[in-house]
């Protein structure tokens, strides 16, 4: 887990712990009592790529640091029915009070890794690799994304701070390619920021040669080619930038892509169109 997720991942722990508890678990405080402890067990019902675990860990530590965790699957191994990742053991008021919360979190997680390891399955044996996008659930975006890559996925940038990314409507507002990647790199001129890569997406073969004859794009998006187009935008390119092929693509014709010989495919539905995959916490007497 990288160092500057974790501000991210400590707020949006926060709020799901003030959505869910608010001013009190009614249901255990009036059943239980306070000092009552227990053991519960996280079990998988469903064949998938298990994700979250860590953060399982963190939830568990914010709500009761003498929580004792004891795990016995990684994030990113593939699991199947029955198969237990962990174990936790501490204040039944707590373990019932994380019970959903690690739940939503670890579901939707495990279920955004197994439809990426579809997807890298599907290009093995190729260059091409897999990215998400910036098609994430609101809040969610970092776990969603580490999610892809415990699923065997790349990411594309975070967010809107750390790539430069000149769709169609920013070229569009600023006047065409050529006007839009010009004060992109002026940009990065002025505010000496040379980590700052610029990408431009296109639409036809003059807009191809527009950006190499303009210069300083690191990468090339091609925005709902064809596979035939996108074999003979590749020969234009040349390998003189990286490129990526977006729009349009499914698993099924997700290999065709690549064969064309682009460097990466970016596929929103890892993260907007995935099922949870299925899991419970459960007590043991």
Request: glycine share 10%.
């Given at each position: 887990m990288k160092a500057e997720y974790l501000p991210f991942i400590n707020d949006l722990i926060e709020l799901a712990i003030k959505e869910d508890i608010g001013d009190g678990d009614h249901s255990s405080l009036s059943t239980i009592p306070a000092d009552a402890m227990g053991k519960m067990k996280l079990l998988c019902k469903e064949e998938g790529i298990i994700a979250g675990i860590e953060i399982a860990k963190i939830v568990f530590k914010r709500l009761d640091?003498?929580?004792?965790?004891?795990?016995?699957?990684?994030?990113?191994?593939?699991?199947?029915?029955?198969?237990?990742?962990?174990?936790?053991?501490?204040?039944?008021?707590?373990?019932?009070?994380?019970?959903?919360?690690?739940?939503?979190?670890?579901?939707?997680?495990?279920?955004?890794?197994?439809?990426?390891?579809?997807?890298?399955?599907?290009?093995?044996?190729?260059?091409?690799?897999?990215?998400?996008?910036?098609?994430?659930?609101?809040?969610?975006?970092?776990?969603?994304?580490?999610?892809?890559?415990?699923?065997?996925?790349?990411?594309?940038?975070?967010?809107?701070?750390?790539?430069?990314?000149?769709?169609?409507?920013?070229?569009?507002?600023?006047?065409?390619?050529?006007?839009?990647?010009?004060?992109?790199?002026?940009?990065?001129?002025d505010k000496n920021r040379p980590d700052i890569r610029i990408e431009v997406e296109v639409r036809s073969f003059d807009d191809i040669r527009e950006v190499l004859k303009v210069g300083g794009a690191s990468r090339i998006m091609l925005d709902n080619f064809t596979p035939e187009m996108t074999r003979e935008a590749v020969g234009i390119i040349g390998g003189a930038v990286e490129i990526e092929s977006s729009g349009g693509i499914t698993l099924k014709n997700l290999r065709e892509y690549a064969a064309c010989g682009v460097d990466f495919i970016s596929v929103g539905a890892l993260t907007h169109h995935i099922k949870s995959l299925d899991m419970s916490l459960k007590a043991i007497d």
């Open positions: 640091k003498d929580v004792v965790f004891e795990q016995l699957i990684e994030d990113g191994s593939k699991v199947k029915y029955g198969d237990i990742a962990f174990y936790v053991s501490g204040k039944i008021h707590t373990l019932l009070q994380s019970e959903r919360i690690i739940l939503n979190i670890m579901q939707r997680m495990s279920g955004v890794a197994t439809a990426t390891s579809v997807y890298v399955k599907e290009l093995e044996g190729l260059k091409t690799k897999v990215l998400d996008t910036r098609k994430t659930t609101p809040g969610m975006r970092v776990l969603e994304k580490m999610a892809v890559k415990l699923g065997g996925g790349d990411n594309h940038r975070m967010g809107l701070f750390d790539m430069m990314i000149l769709k169609d409507n920013h070229i569009d507002f600023a006047g065409g390619i050529t006007a839009a990647l010009t004060k992109a790199k002026q940009y990065i001129k």
